[in-house]
T-cell receptor, first 111, second 115 residues
């Protein structure tokens, strides 16, 4: 999969927006950006994905830069339950249908 | 909302024993996956399965591992002779298609402890 780079950790204040960056400078044309999160040792939870356009759903917004070399996941109003490890994953067609997880960003939402 | 379920939630076994981990994927999904996560490490892909065949497997998925869809609803991972290093969380996932545009949904996991 195309490599992604995320900060290892970040803190966020409860009720504020959390902006999680991800660099994927080697991404190419048809590769999708996916975001998952993992709370404690639970199964990874799908958040959102996109190709070129910005996307929004009930959980988050995904902003992808025009050159697609980076993206930002936005949690609009972080709650304590959003404390988790967030993974940015670029899916590569040539890599088959597996997901390759990196280390992610450990997000701590503080009261 | 449909979800992937896994049983048992925790399995304890002795080294050398066989274990079977069970998963019920989302009902209309056609692609099935197993991943594992050793404590403190990354989530790692093990195998993908489609149309009753393995479509892709990782180096981890050696001859000790096998997968099966024994009926129309269950998807199983068997470890023939467990080793201490097989202790991990095992996650099942499913997707409607195998394309990179399609989302994989994960189950809650089975914690396997090998003593």
């Amino acid at each position: 999969d195309a490599k992604t780079t995320q900060p290892p950790s970040m803190d966020c204040a409860e009720g504020r927006a959390a902006n999680l960056p991800c660099n994927h400078s080697t991404i190419s044309g048809n590769e999708y950006v996916y975001w998952y999160r993992q709370i404690h040792s639970q199964g990874p939870q799908y958040i959102i994905h996109g190709l070129k356009n910005n996307e929004t759903n009930e959980m988050a917004s995904l902003i992808i830069t025009e050159d697609r070399k980076s993206s930002t996941l936005i949690l609009p109003h972080a709650t304590l339950r959003d404390t988790a490890v967030y993974y940015c994953i670029v899916r590569v067609e040539a890599a088959g249908n597996k997901l390759t997880f990196g280390g992610g960003t450990r997000v701590l939402v503080k009261p | 909302e449909p979800e992937v379920t896994q049983t048992p939630s925790h399995q304890v076994t002795q080294m050398g024993q066989e274990v079977i981990l069970r998963c019920v994927p989302i009902s209309n999904h056609l692609y099935f996956y197993w991943y594992r996560q050793i404590l403190g490490q990354k989530v790692e892909f093990l195998v993908s399965f489609y149309n009753n065949e393995i479509s892709e497997k990782s180096e981890i998925f050696d001859d000790q591992f096998s997968v099966e869809r024994p009926d129309g609803s269950n998807f199983t991972l068997k470890i023939r002779s467990t080793k201490l290093e097989d202790s991990a969380m095992y996650f099942c996932a499913s997707s409607l298609s195998g394309g990179e545009w399609d989302t994989q949904y994960f189950g809650p996991g089975t914690r396997l402890t090998v003593l």
